[in-house]
C-alpha cells in the first residue's frame, strides 16, 4: 500500500502557483504569512497566546499561555474563562445579527434561511430547555441527529452550558451508540424520529430505543426533534418532544463562563486495538484553532458561503461545521443528504443555488463523483466558487486534477489538509493565495504547528522522500487532552516513544526536495474507508460476536471510489463451505457486521479459510493478507507460516 503511494506520487511535479487575481483578493499575503511563521518559530508559546488575544473573547484573561507541568497533558491558556458559544453567537449580534449564518437545505429539497439572530435564540431556548431537564455543566450528552440545523443547535446550546458533547454519526448501529452512551455515561440523548439519507428514511430513534433498551443506566431523558414524521414510540417517564421541552423557554441564556481547559466535546474514533477512544477536546485551545484555520487555510471572508459537506458525526464536521464558520462570523451551507439524490449533480446543484465560494468535501466523493462524468458538473453555473479543499485520506492526482479543472474551472486553488480528530483543526495545508500546490500533497505545516517526519530514533528524516513516522514535535493549542476515562491509554497512543515528547500521529509521510508533505498512509491497522477510520480490531470483534465465526482477520483493500474496502478472511466453526463459497453466510455476515458497528464497516469481500497464516508465534500475518487482497503475487517469506498450504485456500484457489 504504501510503496504504491510512493510509486505513484513521485512521478507527480506539476506545481500550481496561486493565480494573480486570487492573491489579490486574498487575506492572507505571503510576507504576512513569513512574519506568522518567523514569530511562531521564534517564540511559540508567545505566537499562541497572541494568537488567543486577538481571535476570542475571554470572560477572564489567562495567565499562563501553557502549562507543560505535567505532560503530556498539556493545558492551555490557564485560567483563562470563555465560554466557546458565547465566541460562536453572541459576538456577532452587535454587526452581524441579520447575516444569514446558516442556509440549511433538506435532501427532500426544502430550504431554510438562518440569521445569526435566529441562531441564537434557537440556541439560548434549546440551552434552557436542557437545563430545566436537569442537564448541568460538565454533564454528558449523546447527540444522534440527522444532518440537520438543530443538530448544531444542540451542540451549541451544550456548548452554552458547559455540558460535554459526544455526536455518534446517525449511521452507527445501535451497538455503536450504546457502547458511546455508556463509555460517557451520558445523562441525556437527543436524536430525531428520522433523517433523509439515501431518499430514505434513517431511523434514529429506533435505533436509539435498541441501544437504550439494556443497559445504558445513566441516561435520564431523552429529546427528539420531529424531522420526518415517521412512527416512533416515546417512552412515557424517558422521552420528550424537543418542541414540547422548548416550551416557556426564555429567549436568552446565560453563556456559562468555563476555564480554557475544561471539556468542550468527546468524539469517538477508531484505533489500531480495542474499542474506539473517546478523543477529548479542550474548550478555548480547539477554538483557537477552529477560527485561525478558518482564516489562514480557507481565506474566509465576509462575503463567503461556506459549505463542508462533512457529518457534524465526525470531527471535520465539529470544526468545519459546528463551530469554525460560526466563530468566524461566516455564512455557511449545511445539506442533509447525500452527493446522488435525486442525482450524482446534487453537490453542484447546491453550490449553484446557494452560490458557495468555497467548498470542503473528501476525495472518496470527488472520485464518486467524478466517475459520473464532467457533463454533470458543467451543467451547472459554478463560477462563484473560488477556493476548494479535501480531507480524510490522501487525493490521487487524478481526483486533484478533475476536481482542479472541472468542478474549479482551472481558477480556484485546491487545499488539501491533513488533520485527524485528535488534532482538531487543519496541521499541514496550503495556505491558499501564498502556497504553491502540487496534486497529491498536503503541502507544509501550519504557522506554530511543528510537524515533522522522523525515524524510529526520533531523529527528523532530511533526506528527500524518504519515508518515515509523522509527528508534531510541539504541542499546539487543539490538540487532544486525553482519550475520556483512559489517560494511560492516552499516553500509550500517542506518545509512545521519542521519550514522550514527540506527539504519533499514526501516519506515515515523507517530504520532497520542497519539504512538501506526502502522507502515505496508516503505521497501525486502521482502515481508511471512504474518508472514515475504521479498526480492523473492532471488524474483527465483531465478526467473531458472530455463533458461527471462530476467527478473523480483516485487512483493507484499494478501491476505486473508497480508498480502501474491507475485506475479510474467516474462519469459521465447523467446516468451511465447499470450495470456500457460501453466499448465505456472506450475506448474514455483512448484514451482522453492519449491525454490530455500522452500515459502513460492511466488509466488501469475505474469503473462508481452516486457519488464518500465523507465524509460530501466533501472530496473524496481515501483510501477506493484504497481499491476497489485492490480489498480487506473493513475494514475501512464508517460511515461518505454520501452514502453508491455507495459503491457496486464501487467495480463492481451492
Ligand atoms: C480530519 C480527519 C485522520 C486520518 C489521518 C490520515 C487521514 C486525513 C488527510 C489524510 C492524507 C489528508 N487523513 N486527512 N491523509 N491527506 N489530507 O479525517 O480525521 O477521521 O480522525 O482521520 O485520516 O491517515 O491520520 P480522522
Redesign the pocket.
Known amino acids: 500500500m504504501a510503496q504504491d503511494n510512493i510509486e505513484s506520487t513521485l512521478l507527480e511535479n506539476r506545481r500550481f502557483p496561486p493565480s494573480d487575481a486570487f492573491t489579490r483578493s486574498t487575506r492572507m499575503q505571503a510576507q504576512t504569512l513569513d512574519q506568522l511563521y518567523d514569530k511562531a518559530a521564534a517564540d511559540h508559546e508567545g505566537f499562541w497566546g497572541d494568537m488567543a488575544r486577538q481571535e476570542i473573547d475571554w470572560f477572564k484573561p489567562f495567565d499562563q499561555v501553557l502549562d507543560s507541568d505535567n505532560a503530556p497533558f498539556y493545558r492551555w491558556f490557564e485560567n483563562g474563562e470563555l465560554n466557546v458559544s458565547y465566541n460562536c453567537l453572541d459576538r456577532q449580534l452587535e454587526t452581524n445579527a441579520d447575516k444569514t449564518a446558516i442556509i440549511f437545505e433538506g435532501e427532500p429539497g426544502d430550504v431554510e434561511h438562518i440569521s445569526y439572530r435566529e441562531l441564537y435564540q434557537k440556541v439560548c431556548i434549546f440551552a434552557n430547555a436542557l437545563k430545566n431537564q436537569g442537564v448541568s455543566k460538565g454533564d454528558r450528552v449523546i447527540i444522534y441527529m440527522p444532518m440537520i440545523t438543530e443538530a448544531v443547535v444542540a451542540m451549541q446550546a451544550c456548548a452554552r452550558i458547559g455540558a460535554i458533547h459526544s455526536v455518534v454519526f446517525g449511521g452507527f448501529s445501535a451497538s455503536a451508540l450504546k457502547d458511546r452512551i455508556e463509555d460517557t455515561s451520558a445523562k441525556m440523548v437527543i436524536t430525531a424520529d428520522g433523517g433523509h439519507r439515501g431518499g430514505k428514511i434513517i431511523t434514529l430513534k429506533e435505533t436509539a430505543d435498541q441501544a437504550l433498551a439494556e443497559g445504558c443506566d445513566s441516561v435520564e431523558t431523552v429529546i427528539v426533534f420531529r424531522r420526518c414524521g415517521n412512527d416512533i414510540t416515546m417512552q412515557a417517564d424517558r422521552d420528550i418532544w424537543w418542541h414540547d421541552a422548548e416550551k416557556n423557554q426564555p429567549e436568552h441564556c446565560p453563556a456559562q463562563a468555563m476555564q480554557a481547559s475544561d471539556p468542550l466535546f468527546l468524539l469517538y ?1 477508531s484505533g489500531s486495538t480495542g474499542k474506539p477512544k473517546g478523543i477529548q477536546h479542550a474548550s478555548a485551545g480547539y477554538l483557537l484553532n477552529a477560527i485561525t484555520t478558518m482564516r489562514w487555510v480557507f481565506d474566509i471572508q465576509s462575503a463567503d458561503v461556506f459549505w463542508c459537506t462533512a457529518d457534524v458525526g ?3 464536521g465539529h470544526t468545519y461545521v459546528a463551530y469554525g464558520p460560526l466563530a468566524t462570523g461566516s455564512t455557511m451551507v449545511i445539506y442533509e443528504g447525500v452527493p446522488t439524490v435525486p442525482d450524482a449533480g446534487r453537490f453542484w446543484d447546491v453550490c449553484a443555488r446557494h452560490g458557495v465560494t468555497i467548498f470542503y468535501t473528501a476525495p472518496t466523493a470527488i472520485r464518486a463523483l467524478m466517475k459520473a462524468g464532467d457533463a454533470i458538473p458543467k451543467s451547472y453555473d459554478l463560477s462563484r466558487l473560488r477556493l476548494l479543499g ?6 490521487n492526482p487524478e481526483a486533484w486534477m478533475w476536481y482542479h479543472e472541472v468542478i474549479g474551472q482551472s481558477r480556484c486553488p485546491i487545499v ?7 488534532t482538531g483543526a487543519h496541521m ?2 496550503p495556505v491558499p493565495g501564498v502556497t504553491v500546490t502540487k496534486p497529491g500533497s ?1 503541502t507544509k505545516a501550519l504557522p506554530g504547528i511543528d510537524a515533522a517526519v522522523v525515524n524510529e530514533n526520533g531523529e527528523e528524516i532530511t533526506q528527500a522522500n524518504q519515508g518515515g513516522f509523522l509527528v508534531i514535535r510541539k504541542p499546539w493549542p487543539s490538540m487532544i487532552q486525553t482519550i475520556w476515562g483512559d489517560d494511560q491509554r492516552y499516553k500509550d497512543t500517542y506518545w509512545p516513544y521519542f521519550d514522550g515528547k514527540y506527539y504519533l ?3 506515515s509521510a515523507r517530504r520532497d526536495e520542497d519539504g512538501y508533505f506526502w ?1 502515505m ?2 503505521i497501525d491497522d ?1 482502515l ?1 474507508v471512504s ?3 475504521l479498526g480492523t480490531m473492532e471488524i474483527e470483534s465483531a465478526l467473531v460476536a458472530h455463533q458461527s465465526v471462530a476467527e478473523a482477520a480483516v485487512v483493507g483493500k484499494p478501491h476505486d471510489i473508497k480508498g480502501e474496502s474491507v475485506f475479510a478472511y474467516v474462519v469459521l466453526k465447523g467446516n468451511r463451505p465447499d470450495g470456500g463459497v457460501d453466499e448465505a453466510m456472506t450475506a448474514e455476515l455483512r448484514a451482522w457486521v453492519a449491525d454490530q458497528i455500522g452500515p459502513i464497516a460492511k466488509p466488501d469481500d469475505i474469503r473462508y479459510a481452516d486457519n488464518l497464516p500465523k507465524t509460530r508465534s501466533g501472530k496473524i500475518m496481515r501483510r501477506l493478507l493484504r497481499t491476497i487482497a489485492k490480489g498480487e503475487q506473493i513475494t514475501q517469506d512464508t517460511s515461518t507460516l505454520e501452514n502453508e498450504s491455507i495459503l491457496l485456500q486464501l487467495q480463492g484457489k481451492a
Open positions: 474514533t465526525w470531527i471535520t479535501t480531507v480524510g485520506e490522501p487525493i488539501d489538509t491533513w488533520w485527524q480528530t485528535e499541514i495545508a498536503c500521529a499514526g501516519d502522507i498512509g496508516r486502521v481508511n474518508g472514515h477510520r
